[in-house]
């Protein structure tokens, strides 16, 4: 049997919200961290000049909006030190 993904997906409220609701519910207090690798990550940006087989750290805020591209969980926690972030950590 085949898996067809649009059919697999469920409906997300949240992200249907308006930029004003989601800043009502704290949506600007909330930054998720993800580790991609290099190649993604140009494509995402547009970018070409990541290292393709380069673990990055990102760092983007629970709208989406890119804050900090980073080489190490150690940069990452460095510059996140005394900001007042709620901190998801994506796998």
Do not use: C
Not at 19 to 36: D, E, R, T
């Amino acid at each position: 049997m085949q898996e067809h993904p649009e059919e697999q997906q469920t409906y997300n409220p949240l992200r249907h919200l308006t930029p004003a609701q989601f800043m009502a519910l704290g949506g600007n207090a909330v930054v998720y961290v993800k580790p991609i690798l290099g190649g993604k990550l140009a494509e995402l940006m547009a970018e070409p000049d990541f290292d393709s087989d380069t673990l990055f750290q990102l760092v983007v805020s629970a709208d989406g909006t890119p804050l900090l591209i980073a080489d190490s969980t150690e940069a990452v926690a460095e510059w996140l030190a005394g900001k007042d972030f709620g901190i998801v950590a994506l796998h």
